[in-house]
């Protein structure tokens, strides 16, 4: 990860304070990241864990910020603002330690089924923000994200398409490190995959990925699955599990 002076660090879009930060020389203790408002809110919101329920209650009592302003009352937060996505939630120890909590209700936490044609469907969390990318589709909170692409295969049924995968997943296994290969039988549907590690230069951060293929007859649903921390594996691949096809 890289390390950034605070006046170039890069623009996330806004963050909400609590004014006991920003104007009453408290240090930031408790942040989360919600669903963003608009685009120009990156959905950081900042506590200094003293707030009580009637403080917090009074919207005066909160204004929207440039990031670097935050960054210069505690650099601590610098790399969690930047690297951590939609659904984060952390607060500060005794010992100025970030630590993640993992039980903190957030308002736009459920899942949500998306129609993505007649026939495929994926169960996903709203946290998600939707973003179509040319010809494909893409789920993201930020350090977590599908991808999905849908490819014709018209005339093949499933098994002669999964073949054709296995081949090209065993082809790629000579030209990159393959962690773990995946295959899966779910009602009529094949599905077969690939773990693998990749590195962003811009971010200076390695980061997962499976690359994954959810497979009917006459058609094929590709899916990519990115993700920063390997503890979201599990997530990655639950959410492979909840893609679905209607004949």
Same mark, same amino acid.
């Given at each position: ?8 660090f890069?623009n996330?879009g ?6 006991m ?6 240090k930031p203790?408790?942040i989360?990241?919600?669903k963003?408002s608009n685009e120009?809110?990156s959905g ?7 707030e009580?329920d009637e ?10 910020y440039d990031? /670097?302003?935050i960054l210069k ?10 690297? $951590?996505?939609?659904g984060?939630v952390?607060?500060?120890t005794?010992?100025?330690?970030? !630590?993640e909590?993992i039980d903190?209700?957030?308002e ?6 998306h129609?993505l044609?007649?026939e495929?469907? =994926?169960? =996903?969390?709203n946290l998600?923000i939707? /973003?179509p990318e040319?010809n494909?589709?893409?789920f993201?909170t930020g ?6 692409t849908?490819?014709?295969y018209a005339?093949k ?7 054709e /995968?296995?081949?090209e997943?065993s $082809?790629r ?6 962690i773990?290969?995946?295959q =899966?039988?779910?009602?009529h549907?094949?599905?077969?995959g690939y773990h ?6 811009q ?5 997962h ?5 959810t497979i009917?007859d ?8 990115y993700f920063?921390?390997? $503890?979201? =594996?599990?997530?990655a691949l639950?959410?492979?599990k /909840? !893609?679905?096809? $209607?004949?």
């Amino acid at each position: 990860m890289r390390n950034f002076q605070i006046n170039d660090f890069p623009n996330i879009g806004a963050v909400m304070s609590s004014k006991m930060v920003t104007e009453e020389n408290y240090k930031p203790n408790f942040i989360f990241r919600e669903k963003p408002s608009n685009e120009n809110d990156s959905g950081w919101r900042i506590f200094s864990g003293f707030e009580s329920d009637e403080y917090s209650e009074n919207p005066n009592n909160f204004g929207i910020y440039d990031p /670097k302003t935050i960054l210069k009352i505690d650099e601590t937060i610098a790399h969690l603002l930047l690297y $951590k996505g939609i659904g984060s939630v952390w607060e500060k120890t005794t010992n100025n330690e970030w !630590i993640e909590v993992i039980d903190y209700p957030l308002e736009d936490d459920f899942m949500v089924e998306h129609q993505l044609t007649n026939e495929w469907t =994926l169960l =996903l969390n709203n946290l998600f923000i939707k /973003k179509p990318e040319g010809n494909d589709l893409m789920f993201t909170t930020g350090d977590k994200t599908v991808r999905l692409t849908l490819l014709n295969y018209a005339g093949k049924q499933k098994e002669a398409i999964c073949e054709e /995968k296995e081949q090209e997943i065993s $082809k790629r296994g000579l030209e990159i490190d393959i962690i773990k290969r995946y295959q =899966l039988k779910q009602d009529h549907l094949l599905k077969i995959g690939y773990h693998i590690k990749e590195y962003d230069a811009q971010r200076d951060l390695e980061y997962h990925l499976i690359c994954a293929f959810t497979i009917a007859d006459n058609t094929v649903l590709q899916n990519f699955f990115y993700f920063d921390n390997e $503890k979201d =594996l599990e997530w990655a691949l639950e959410t492979w599990k /909840k !893609i679905s096809y $209607k004949e």
